[in-house]
């Protein structure tokens, strides 16, 4: 086994020389741009594919080039730079962890995991990538790339063998190498590239050796049990002189302080009742079915904001309250 753990991360390197893709997070620069770069990057990529983050982290940094920058940054035009992303709560804990690291650690990344995790938004995957890419430690993240790789190459079946617990254990298959920024990057890619989740691409792949679903020609991967919750909802509408009434979210943890419909969720059974068109929105691991109550006014809160309709698609909102405002235009 050792053996194989020594040669396995110069094939794997080799493979990623000779084949990664050109992203502008990997761009060579100084180390403080690097953690900075890596930071923003994998912020973005939380839930998101790469090819959508691109243009989007171009942007980003060109208009914020530093953490000094973004920490700075008032709401409305981080927003604006971030709209299309989705999931705009990684935004906030991005600005939020820029001002924790420009004031209590003297504008650098911390480079330890246990001070990472205690910052805003980044969880233990975000914590390990950070140490392994802009730090060059010895660590494999686990993506779902990695995990469909590592899943593969031990052909790993039952729901045990693939719980994140044992596969955190099963790393050390990958053993170390030198240049442990990019060999965690490599073995993403291999995951991204060619051990896709349907028709990995084999003989293309520097583990083909070593990969026991290639020699037993069995690709599946059983897949991981998210239970999907149904939710019921009623969004209240409101217009008056060609302004629609929205309401800063302190209620729901999902979209926490952006603009959404005033909204309250209900019982499948009252969901029923007088049963108009309704509005199917996926938002995680949740469907939510919403119905509209047209209403005429609404109690005064300072929480409450009144948007231009012919401002409406332009306007900073979640694409959550964009898709219920469509939906309702599309029924009146």
């Not at 920024?181 to 520097?206: F, R, T, V, W």
Request: with cysteine; charged share 30%; net charge positive.
């Amino acid at each position: 086994m050792h053996k194989v753990q020594s040669i396995l991360p110069k094939k794997i390197l080799y493979w990623y020389d000779k084949n990664k893709r050109h992203l502008p997070w990997r761009i060579k620069s100084s180390q403080k741009r690097k953690e900075y770069y890596t930071l923003v990057s994998e912020f973005m990529l939380q839930q998101t594919q790469v090819k959508t983050v691109v243009p989007y982290f171009k942007n980003f940094v060109k208009n914020f080039p530093n953490l000094r920058s973004l920490s700075r940054v008032n709401e409305n035009k981080l927003f604006k730079n971030w709209q299309g992303l989705g999931y705009y709560s990684r935004a906030k804990n991005l600005k939020k962890t820029s001002e924790i690291i420009v004031n209590k650690y003297k504008n650098k990344l911390p480079n330890n995991l246990s001070e990472l995790k205690k910052l805003p938004g980044i969880g233990e995957y975000t914590a390990s990538a950070l140490m392994a890419i802009a730090f060059n430690k010895p660590i494999i993240p686990l993506d779902g790339n990695v995990e469909r790789v590592l899943i593969r190459v031990l052909n790993l079946k039952t729901e045990k063998e693939i719980a994140k617990e044992n596969l955190m254990k099963k790393r050390f298959f990958f053993g170390n190498a030198v240049r442990s920024s990019d060999y965690a990057q490599a073995i993403m890619e291999i995951g991204a590239l060619i051990c896709k989740p349907k028709n990995p691409l084999c003989h293309q792949c520097p583990l083909i050796t070593n990969c026991l679903s290639f020699k037993k020609k069995d690709f599946e991967i059983k897949s991981k049990i998210k239970k999907e919750k149904n939710k019921f909802f009623e969004v209240k509408y409101c217009e008056n002189k060609n302004k629609v009434l929205l309401i800063k979210n302190e209620e729901y943890t999902f979209l926490k302080n952006l603009l959404i419909f005033p909204m309250r969720e209900i019982s499948k059974k009252n969901f029923s009742k007088n049963l108009k068109k309704v509005t199917n929105i996926k938002m995680s691991n949740m469907n939510m079915k919403i119905k509209v109550n047209y209403i005429k006014s609404f109690k005064k809160t300072d929480k409450i904001q009144w948007i231009d309709k012919s401002k409406f698609e332009k306007y900073i909102l979640p694409s959550f309250t964009k898709k219920i405002y469509k939906s309702i235009q599309d029924q009146i």
